[in-house]
């Protein structure tokens, strides 16, 4: 269809499943085992009822805030996903593109497609990106990739806590080995370093990784460290103990631990007990997983996240219509931010807080 047709994040989905490579869509789409925490992270959402305020002015919205001290016209942002050639021959700087027309902030994955240095050469001047960082066994090669990323002008270190293995994703195991995937790609280089990449993952993060290497990424970083995987409340405390600069509440879209809990349900605990603590100003908390609709980050964000990530959809996206597709779902996502705002009576992000939402029936099935 023509991209006039598409009316909100799902569509995306829809016309992505049907005309995408078989393999792209299932290594993209897939969670894994039974995909009960994928399903989860979505329908959370629907659990939580908005508080709508009435009479209030709401001639004027502004959707813009602040991501670790950068400016960004929206409360959401691209999130890491590995692999963007599998979904469009020029692969993640597709979404760098259309992040910079819409003010968007984008995180760029360790297992890019493209080079780290092609994704930062894409964006303009004014545009923020972060690093997602697999952390690497050999601790030479991370210094390395983590300094370079600091000389580029990256404004957010990223370290994925939740991936010491690869969950299994049966969907994708079962259309075909990742690693025969060369075809997709196109040839040369890019095709040999996917494969590598894929087949990679778990052999080359350290599954050492624990609470005291926190230290070492200080000492060798000035960037904002933020823990990216954080799945309980008691963990989230952790975090502030260490003195991170903030965390991601997420399960990696339910690809990892199957029935890890929705980060939803884990924020909507958490907030509280950091507020009654006074650790709320601390570290930043974000949050991403199964956020397809505008409702979906205003909920996030009255309970207490800074920001939103979101992955599939921007692969979608990006996979079906390139650049225009992806500033097509920023747009799309901004005007039902607006509306959604109107009808909820808040013209800020500052201003939503939790007396804008119902989570009474959030822990019941
Ligand atoms: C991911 N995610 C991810 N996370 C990460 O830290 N490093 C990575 O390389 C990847 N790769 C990746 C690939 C694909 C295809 C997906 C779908 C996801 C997890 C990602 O950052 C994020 O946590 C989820 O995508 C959020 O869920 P939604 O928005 O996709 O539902």
Not at 134 to 139: E, H, I, K, S, T
């Amino acid at each position: 269809p023509d991209l006039g047709q598409i009316y909100n994040l799902n569509d995306f989905e829809f016309v992505a499943r049907h005309t995408m490579e078989k393999v792209a869509w299932a290594y993209y789409s897939s969670g894994s085992d039974d995909e009960i925490t994928l399903r989860e992270n979505h329908l959370s959402y629907h659990r939580i009822y908005f508080k709508p305020r009435i009479m209030v002015d709401v001639t004027n919205i502004d959707l813009s805030t602040t991501m670790l001290g950068c400016k960004t016209s929206v409360p959401f942002y691209i999130t890491a996903t590995a692999l963007g050639k599998l979904g469009h021959p020029e692969g993640e700087v597709v979404l760098t593109k259309a992040a910079a027309k819409e003010g968007v902030i984008q995180m760029i994955p360790t297992l890019a497609s493209c080079s780290f240095d092609e994704i930062v050469d894409a964006a303009t001047d004014e545009q923020t990106q972060f690093l997602q960082l697999y952390v690497n066994a050999d601790r030479e090669i991370c210094q390395k990739i983590v300094q370079h990323a600091e000389h580029r002008g990256i404004k957010g270190l990223f370290i994925t806590v939740d991936a010491p293995q690869l969950g299994r994703r049966e969907k994708d195991m079962r259309s075909k080995d990742i690693a025969d995937l060369s075809h997709v790609q196109g040839e040369g280089d890019d095709a040999d370093r996917s494969q590598g990449a894929a087949r990679a993952i778990s052999s080359f993060i350290d599954t050492g990784l624990n609470w005291k290497d926190i230290a070492w990424f200080r000492s060798i970083t000035k960037m904002p460290i933020i823990l990216k995987g954080v799945q309980t409340v008691e963990d989230s405390l952790k975090a502030v103990e260490h003195e991170v600069d903030g965390i991601v509440l997420s399960n990696h879209g339910g690809r990892q631990l199957e029935f890890s809990p929705p980060p939803i349900q884990v924020l909507a605990e958490l907030m509280p007990i950091l507020r009654e603590r006074k650790l709320d100003t601390k570290m930043e908390v974000y949050i991403d997983g199964g956020v397809r609709r505008a409702s979906d980050v205003l909920k996030a964000i009255a309970l207490g996240a800074k920001g939103v990530g979101i992955g599939r959809p921007f692969l979608y996206a990006m996979s079906t219509y390139g650049v225009d597709g992806v500033v097509r779902a920023f747009q799309i996502l901004k005007d039902e931010m607006i509306m959604n705002m109107r009808l909820l009576g808040a013209t800020t992000m500052d201003q939503l807080n939790e007396n804008f939402v119902d989570v009474r029936s959030l822990n019941r099935y």
